[in-house]
């Protein structure tokens, strides 16, 4: 390729709305244009790193026995009806109907086409195993679409589906999958890790989020270093911080703390150790009656240590909230507590508030939590003695130095990006689809599946996140839009230099190296900045001085500050080893 040829479109400034590194070097690289709020055309620079991505994944998936399809963006909505989706999807699932008045949308996922793919075309036994997938565009009408391509409304993911006859052979294609997955990353070029997670909207059971990792990623992993247990915070197992809980030495005191709300003033003020402090945090489940009409909603407190955070997605396990649940509303608080907040408690509650605990929690003995009345908190409080024993679940966030579930060592705490995702469902959607095949003996027997998904041009964005610099881009070799650019100092009026040039472009491309040659005749300190910004990894330089000693300047991305003199003819040999290292 040459650059005359090509389209390259740099910017020295990227827009102000531009949220994050990746997406701020996407668009001032040239890669990306935006048409509206998540919402991007990908330009010829930009989709040559796509296309990296998709290569290699289509490559370890066929590896891994999966069959490629391709299936639709608009899907009818009855599948969505029958899988019971349509309802409980939520405002993401982008809607429309035909001029026929007949209702569809536009895909954010797959599994109900593919699960009416299955049950159409598979019968027998003998026809499983099997795992198909595709590369296709997916929308998603996010609230708030930002940082680029990694939380963008429309994107590329690749989807992967395994149907088995059983538990035992769905968990084979999982594994199947897993090591897939495994292979695509490291190939990719990228620092990941592959962390438990929870199954989230989709469903299922058995599940792994692949995060690449970045101080700028949106999740937090729990990692054990003395081990390999690494889990998203979000499923990550918290067991109590004390041994079990002491005997009860205070008596329960009612203390006023006028003007005090926040657990950290209240414990300054009354002079006691922030961590016999415990915090109330209200959430509400709607319920409606048989008729479809709303009720009072059920209310739920949870008592956590003050120096914990609440985990959402373990809070989603109380029995009560299992269907959902909110934040209660001042109103609802003051109607169940007779206080507002900050001033809330367990102690003299009525039955028609649940009460559950984390593990820590329900350790503690003499500790300090709201009066129910403003202006006052209790101090001295134990169970069992001043109000009843709680139900005990986990349900903070961990914190660095909390033990590490598998007994190995402490966890510690790291950002990632989370760029793919395995989940074994089960019969989530082959039960609620009618997806079943005869067995041996001619008994209908429901699919066990699997989902594997890979965010393609998240990817693109994760990778810059992790690797750039002030720069511009640092592409890993196997996903950068052209492996090598041969810069020539005056091209246009240095023979030598431009036969030089021609030279060892020719022999690149002869030896299969994506290579690309500047020929666009600029001065040095542009050309240099271009291609730092789009971030080529691997720079040869050419010029009239180098050439009188038969040498040409060699820099690797990386380490710009560590060029290398090569002689001519020695170049080509040089710059395959490079590429291989």
């Known amino acids: 390729m040459r650059a005359r040829s090509f389209f390259i479109s740099t910017l020295k400034e990227a827009p102000a709305d531009a949220d994050v590194v990746s997406q701020q070097y996407m668009i001032r690289a040239g890669m990306i244009k935006k048409l509206a709020a998540g919402v991007y055309t990908y330009m010829p620079m930009g989709l040559r790193t796509i296309r990296k991505i998709e290569g290699i994944i289509r490559d370890e998936m066929n590896r891994a026995g999966a069959i490629e399809l391709l299936m639709p963006i608009v899907q009818p909505a009855e599948l969505w009806q029958e899988s019971g989706r349509w309802e409980k999807y939520g405002d993401e699932l982008l809607r429309f109907k035909d001029r026929h008045d007949r209702d569809f949308v536009i895909q954010p996922t797959s599994e109900e086409v593919i699960t009416d793919v299955a049950r159409q ?112 915070i979000e499923l990550a197992e918290a067991s109590s911080l004390l041994a079990g809980r002491e005997a009860a030495t205070e008596t329960m005191e ?98 028609d508030v649940a009460v559950y605990a984390d593990l820590t929690v329900a350790d503690m003995s003499d500790f300090c939590c709201g009066a129910n009345e403003e202006g006052f908190h209790y101090t001295g409080v134990n169970f069992g003695r001043d109000l009843p024993e709680p139900k005990a679940m986990d349900l903070r ?59 393609v041009t998240r990817i693109a964005g994760a990778a810059i996140e992790q690797n750039h610099d002030d720069k511009g881009i640092i592409w890993p070799d196997a996903i950068a839009p052209f492996e090598v650019v041969i810069c020539p100092m005056n091209y246009s009026k240095s023979e030598d230099v431009r036969n030089a040039a021609e030279k060892l472009y020719r022999e690149l491309q002869a030896a299969g190296v994506d290579v690309i040659l500047d020929d666009r005749d600029m001065r040095p300190g542009v050309m240099f900045a271009d291609w730092e ?30 060029k290398v003199m090569v002689k001519v003819d020695e170049a080509l040999d040089f710059i395959v080893r490079q590429l291989k290292r």
């Open 254 to 351: 009612k203390r006023a703390t006028p003007g005090k709300e926040k657990c950290e003033d209240v414990a300054e003020y009354l002079g006691i150790p922030f961590t016999k402090s415990v915090k109330s945090v209200v959430l509400a489940a709607d319920r409606t009656n048989e008729k479809g009409e709303p009720l009072p909603a059920k209310i739920v407190l949870v008592l956590l240590r003050a120096d914990h955070e609440l985990n959402d997605v373990k809070a989603g396990h109380i029995p009560e909230l299992k269907e959902g649940f909110r934040f209660a509303t001042d109103k609802e608080i003051e109607a169940a507590f007779g206080s507002k907040p900050g001033y809330l408690g367990p102690v003299g509650l009525g039955e």
């Open 397 to 455: 966030n961990v914190v660095e130095g909390d033990k590490s579930p598998d007994g190995a060592g402490e966890l510690k705490l790291q950002r990632g990006i989370e760029v793919g995702h395995v989940f074994f469902l089960g019969t989530r959607y082959s039960e609620a689809l009618n997806a079943t095949y005869l067995d041996e003996n001619g008994q209908p027997k429901v699919m066990q599946m699997g989902c594997y998904g890979i965010g």
């Open 121 to 232: 075309e598979i019968k027998s036994w003998r026809q499983l195993p099997v795992n198909f997938y595709h590369i296709q565009t997916k929308f998603r009408d996010e609230r708030r679409p930002r940082f680029g391509v990694m939380r963008g409304r429309e994107f590329t993911m690749k989807d992967a589906y395994s149907f088995d006859r059983d538990e035992a052979g769905a968990a084979k294609s999982y594994d199947t999958m897993y090591d897939a997955y495994c292979k695509i990353f490291n190939r990719l070029g990228l620092m990941f890790r592959a962390v438990r997670a929870d199954t989230g909207a989709i469903g299922g059971s058995r599940s792994h989020e692949f995060q690449v990792i970045a101080n700028t990623g949106e999740d937090v992993i729990a990692y054990c270093p003395e081990s390999d247990y690494a889990a998203n």
């Open 533 to 562: 910004l789009i971030g080529v990894p691997h720079r040869v330089v050419i010029g009239d001085r180098g050439l009188k000693t038969g040498e040409v300047e060699y820099a690797a991305r990386r380490h710009l500050d560590e």
